[in-house]
């Protein structure tokens, strides 16, 4: 049983609090755990489920929200957030990582960070908040952690890509290309990536990931997301803004945990900004 600080801030941020302990805790239980717990059922099925749960939400929602896109694109909004590093990601900024059991053996070797251990517990809770509130719970769920993000993927062609969506817009708004500077940390198995965006040498996002290319995604969906705030003040950037009027706080990103929004304060990464509510079913 995890600590129940960690169970709330985590029930917080996934936005429900679960009324059902087994299945939370089978949906907890990666299969190294069970290894040394032969009394324990894993989480795959579990994650089975969850697969066809959170597919079937994000593909009714798409169809129904967006009725000009063709059949093309609505594959591409869809796999955009149905993906293991999306899951990951979204995994990551919820704090699932710290609330898994795992053995000895897969927790020593980073397991709480793997992109592949992440994406599958998020599939298994999902299949936790279905089956303990039913479907309406799971897509109130579903639609708070990836919601924005499919937004975002069916604005058009790159929606997801935002080092092309900030290429495209430095180019426009400062007539200079984003710069990117990237550092990591960790031992090889479970290293994590750090990345900062220049624009004219100005740092205007952080982003955080379990790949190099992670981070800067994040880093560039931060700044992308800050300058598209600032309407047009000139080529000199952004002028006299609080960080606090660009939306959300900075946020993380794991292996993403979700990048942050607005510029980088110096010395700083981003951190986590989820709020949650109580989706609990009434």
């Given amino acids: 049983m995890m600590p129940e600080g960690d169970r709330d801030r985590f029930e917080a941020l996934l936005g429900w609090s679960f009324r059902d302990e087994a299945v939370v805790a ?5 299969r190294s755990w069970c290894a040394e717990h032969p009394e324990v059922a894993s989480n795959e099925r579990l994650e089975f489920l969850g697969d066809a749960v959170l597919g079937i939400i994000v593909t009714d929602h798409v169809y129904r929200t967006y009725p000009a896109l063709q059949e093309g694109h609505l594959a591409k909004v869809r796999a955009s957030v149905v993906n293991a590093d999306v899951l990951a990601e979204v995994a990551t900024r919820i704090e699932l990582g710290p609330c898994l059991a795992l053995g000895k053996g897969e927790d020593a070797s980073g397991g709480r960070e793997k992109t592949s251990i992440l994406s ?40 997801d890509d935002y080092k092309t969506r900030l290429q495209e817009l430095a180019a426009q708004r400062f007539e200079k290309l984003p710069r990117y500077q990237v550092s990591d940390e960790g031992p090889d198995h479970a290293k994590r990536f750090f990345a900062t965006v220049l624009i004219g040498g100005e740092p205007r996002g952080r982003g955080e990931g379990g790949s190099k290319k992670q981070a800067e995604q994040a880093a560039a969906r931060a700044a992308w997301r800050w300058l598209s705030l600032q309407g047009t003040e000139g080529a000199d950037g952004p002028k006299g803004t609080d960080e606090a009027d660009a ?6 990103v794991g292996a993403e945990g979700a990048p942050g929004e607005g510029p980088p304060s110096d010395g700083t990464r981003a951190g986590s900004a989820m709020g949650g509510t109580n989706a609990g079913a009434t």
Wanted: hydrophobic letters at 50%; charged letters at 20%; proline letters at 4%.
């Fill in 247 to 252: 939306g959300e706080a900075p946020g993380r």
């Fill in 26 to 30: 089978q949906a907890l239980a990666h």
């Fill in 120 to 159: 599958d517990a998020l599939e298994a809770i999902i299949a936790a908040v279905y089956l303990d509130g039913g479907l309406e719970a799971a897509r109130s769920v579903v639609m708070k952690l990836f919601g924005e993000r499919i937004a975002d993927a069916a604005s058009g062609p790159g929606g």
